[in-house]
């Protein structure tokens, strides 16, 4: 099993599309989940950190499960500037080594 | 805002020459990361650095890799007999005052091996 697994899209959604992404990660004892956002050949920036509570930052929620191990994000009412691949982070085991996705691809049209 | 810096953005070299590439991470930060990002693929952690010295790296960080922070500001990866396999981006972080923070990324150096 990859240490972390995300679908790899693409998703191709309409503006004002709600689109959900979900994420795995294999070790049980990770500790910090984050999502990012990377533009074609740009570098990863940070969309937010995701708490066990879950959390929102207006259009965007992301929720975590520890228990089945997985993380999701939603983004409501999508905007062409969403457009990007979004990466599913997570730091092991709480300690310094940090493990990308492979990413998942959205394309929102007009 | 502020923000971590690399340089150079495109370097071209050789099968078998050092690069070194150069990194100014957030002045107040502690936690300094490389990762990089062969095209096409996902990103791949190689090495983080804390109070002077790695804590972690990874399968990729052999020996031709070293980092090095020779200053109190730039924090440096070299690469010292480059490979046509090391093509890549890559890309300096940093994170804050605590263990797992989110972590801040520079716009990356392109190295090309010919």
């Known amino acids: 099993r990859k240490e972390v697994e995300q679908d790899p899209g693409p998703f191709n959604v309409p503006e004002g599309a709600t689109v959900a992404f979900n994420c795995t990660y294999s070790n049980s004892a990770s500790q910090s989940f984050f999502w990012y956002r990377q533009d074609c050949r740009k570098e990863p920036k940070l969309l937010m950190s995701v708490y066990s509570s879950g959390n929102e930052d207006g259009r965007f929620t992301a929720q975590l499960n520890r228990a089945s191990q997985y993380i999701s994000l939603l983004i409501r009412d999508s905007k062409l500037s969403d457009s990007a691949t979004y990466l599913c982070v997570v730091n092991l085991g709480g300690g310094f080594k940090t493990i990308f996705g492979a990413g998942t691809r959205l394309f929102v049209k007009a | 805002e502020p923000e971590v810096t690399q340089t150079p953005s495109h370097q071209v070299t050789q099968m078998g020459q050092e690069v070194i590439l150069r990194c100014v991470p957030i002045s107040n930060h502690l936690y300094f990361y490389w990762y990089r990002q062969i095209l096409g693929q996902k990103v791949e952690f190689l090495v983080s650095f804390y109070n002077n010295e790695i804590s972690e790296k990874s399968e990729i960080f052999d020996d031709q890799f070293s980092v090095e922070r020779p200053d109190g500001s730039n924090f440096t990866l070299k690469i010292r007999s480059t490979k046509l396999e090391d093509s890549a981006m890559y890309f300096c972080?940093?994170?804050?005052?605590?263990?797992?923070?989110?972590?801040?990324f520079g716009q990356g150096t392109r190295l090309t091996v010919v």
């Open positions: 972080a940093s994170s804050g005052t605590e263990l797992n923070t989110e972590a801040f």
